[in-house]
Each structure stands twice: as C-alpha cells, then as structure tokens.
C-alpha cells in the first residue's frame, strides 16, 4: 500500500470492495485477490487513525489539557 494514500481514498476502495465481494458474482480467485486488497486498505485506515489519534493525544497532553484515550467502548 502506498503511503501517499489518505485515509479517504483508502476508505472510499475499501467500500466499493466490500460492495464488489457482498454481490458475489465474482470468481473465487479473484474474491480472494480483492478480498486481500481489502484487508491491506483496512490496515492502513486502522494505522491512520491510530497515528491521528496519537497525535491528538500528543497536542493535548503537551498542552496540560487532560490527558485523551479512546477506548472500545467510545467507538462503540
């Protein structure tokens, strides 16, 4: 996956897979092919958001706000 790749882009390709693989008229090889390019998009929205996050949590503790975590309950 490219590291120019925003988090956006990244998630708009997720979604039109998604919407490919949920069709299911497609060839198993290719299924998989796609299915793979989608657990890679994933991966990179995943590590995008928890380097913005870090990042958040970085700004507002260096500026003695209180200290911010997200936790599985908030994005639930």
């Known amino acids: 996956m490219s590291g120019k ?11 039109v897979i998604i919407k490919r693989l949920e ?5 198993l090889e ?5 299915y ?3 657990m890679e998009l ?8 928890k380097y ?7 700004v507002l503790t260096e500026n003695g706000e209180e200290e911010f975590h997200v936790s599985e309950e908030d994005q639930a």
């Open 5 to 15: 790749l925003t988090f956006e882009k990244a998630l708009e390709e997720l979604e």
């Open 23 to 27: 069709e299911g008229d497609i060839p």
């Open 30 to 34: 290719e299924a998989l092919e796609i």
């Open 36 to 38: 793979q390019k989608g």
């Open 42 to 49: 994933s991966k990179t929205c995943h590590d995008k958001l």
């Open 52 to 58: 913005a996050e870090e990042k958040l949590t970085k």
